[in-house]
């Protein structure tokens, strides 16, 4: 039982390990039609979300109050925020809404249009942005190289294992 459960844990690592690169390439960037991944860049969400976490953001038709949404904030488009409705405003025409942080005391100060509005968080990976920041760094890239090649060597050595000892049992 302890082999299986050493086998599902190098698997897991090798599996976390090879998603780093892909969540980079992903990251800010629309993944799939409508849906986007996400870094969280500060605290204002918290408990929530916290810096470092990646977040699903999906296009959905309607916003409501208490949802948590991401937005294009100002007429950068890299620059996006994400926070909670807490009020909505006009008609099913022209809709806008306020939004806050759950964190923050105050609203944010400017309402948010519909076009502006990338979707709604659907998902939270936790730290998962934080392995990426360390994957970018020079030490923290060897690091994760080191432990994948430690991983790759171990796991190799467990197949040839055996297969020795599958070929040399007894008939």
Not at 91 to 109: C, F, H, L, R, V
Not at 142 to 163: A, H, K, M, R, S
Request: with cysteine; charged share 20%.
């Amino acid at each position: 039982m302890i082999k299986y459960c050493g086998i599902f844990l190098y698997f897991s690592i090798i599996a976390a390990l090879a998603t780093v690169p892909i969540l980079h390439a992903a990251v800010q960037n629309q993944f799939v039609r409508d849906v986007y991944l996400l870094k969280v860049t500060s605290n204002s969400m918290k408990p929530v979300m916290r810096q470092g976490d990646i977040i699903v953001v999906k296009k959905v038709r309607q916003y409501v109050t208490k949802d948590v949404i991401a937005y294009v904030n100002g007429k950068d488009k890299k620059n996006i925020t994400t926070h909670r409705i807490t009020k909505t405003f006009g008609n099913n025409e022209i809709k806008s809404y306020q939004t806050k942080g759950d964190a923050n005391t105050k609203p944010d100060p400017i309402s948010i249009a519909l076009e502006r509005i990338l979707g709604k968080v659907i998902f939270v990976f936790p730290f998962v942005g934080l392995l990426i920041d360390i994957s970018q760094t020079l030490h923290g890239f060897v690091f994760l190289l080191i432990i994948g090649t430690i991983i790759v060597y171990q796991e190799l050595q467990f197949i040839f294992n055996t297969i020795r000892n599958w070929y040399n049992r007894s008939p």
